[in-house]
């Protein structure tokens, strides 16, 4: 493993890799969308939220339990990250993808940042907090006004509407799921980019693609689990190191 400081150069054999590559598959976590001001999603949350485990707010349970406070804290998060612009960690991703001719962007975030900074084939493995679903049914509803008890519920059955996300407790949508194993198991190069690599079974993938002799990557602040079994791991931020990797392999 090759560990590489947010001011060093990669390595030559980091980017004949890159140059030799059919296909790079991508998996993002929070951190990548930490420089656009969305808190991650185990950094200490703030005021009313800092008394809260975000694990523990988002399941089924708590929503079944208190589904006006899982409501309110949805809320707020989705003010937080409707006012977030995508940073140039982002916007490298865009560039990595048009010079790569198979590339799979796989992310665990919900807050359709890659999508905004104009990334096109994205892997939502954990939905999307700006989508709202029915409970009843899981169709996808444009929520109107919330009715007598604050709560938004659905136009056509009346049933109580959700975040369009998935909560701990609750398998992945399977499409998505099965579309990121197979991007893992037949890529060259997976890039972990800003996850802990502590939520199953996103943190998987890479292992998965590992055992498929694909060269892994780290890019992150903090060592992760995964960091003992990755090839390159650059240590720093995905706004400075993803640039300036993406620079040099277009440079080249
Ligand atoms: C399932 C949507 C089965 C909601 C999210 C025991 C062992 C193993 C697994 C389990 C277990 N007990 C339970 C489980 C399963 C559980 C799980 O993994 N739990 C963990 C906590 C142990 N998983 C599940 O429940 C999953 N479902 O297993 O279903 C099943 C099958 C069939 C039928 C029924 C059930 C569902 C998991 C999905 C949960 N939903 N989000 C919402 O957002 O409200 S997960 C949530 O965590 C977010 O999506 C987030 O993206 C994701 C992962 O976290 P990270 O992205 O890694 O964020 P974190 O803060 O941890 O780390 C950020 C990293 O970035 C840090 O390393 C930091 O250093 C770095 N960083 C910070 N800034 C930067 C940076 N790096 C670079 N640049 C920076 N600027």
């Not at 991650?40 to 975000?54: I, V």
């Not at 198979?102 to 989508?131: C, F, K, P, W």
């Not at 109580?160 to 407790?169: E, I, M, N």
């Amino acid at each position: 493993m090759r560990q590489i400081g947010e001011s060093f150069q990669a390595p030559p054999e980091f980017f004949s890799s890159m140059q030799s590559a059919t296909h790079v598959a991508v998996l993002t976590g929070s951190g990548v969308s930490a420089e656009s001001g969305v808190p991650t999603f185990r950094e200490a949350q703030t005021g009313l939220w800092a008394q809260y485990d975000p694990e523990s707010l988002a399941t089924p349970e708590a929503f079944r339990r208190d589904p006006a406070l899982v409501w309110q804290w949805y809320r707020w998060r989705r003010e937080l990250i409707g006012k977030a612009k995508p940073n140039p960690g982002h916007l490298s991703l865009v560039e990595m993808e048009a010079l790569i001719r198979g590339y799979s962007l796989i992310t665990q975030n919900v807050d359709g940042l890659h999508r905004l900074a104009g990334s096109s084939a994205v892997i939502e493995l954990h939905g999307n907090i700006m989508r709202t679903r029915c409970t009843r049914d899981g169709r996808i509803i444009k929520e109107t006004s919330d009715s007598s008890d604050n709560l938004p519920h659905c136009p056509d059955c009346g049933s109580l509407l959700r975040p369009d996300v998935v909560w701990f407790g609750e398998a992945l949508p399977r499409g998505s799921y099965h579309e990121a194993l197979i991007a893992a198991r037949t890529c060259d190069i997976f890039f972990s980019i800003g996850t802990s690599g502590v939520v199953q079974p996103a943190a998987s993938l890479a292992l998965e693609a590992r055992a498929t002799g694909a060269i892994i990557v780290e890019i992150n602040i903090d060592d992760t689990p995964l960091t003992q079994f990755s090839d390159f791991v650059f240590r720093g931020t995905a706004g400075n190191i993803l640039p300036s990797l993406v620079n040099s392999i277009k440079g080249r």
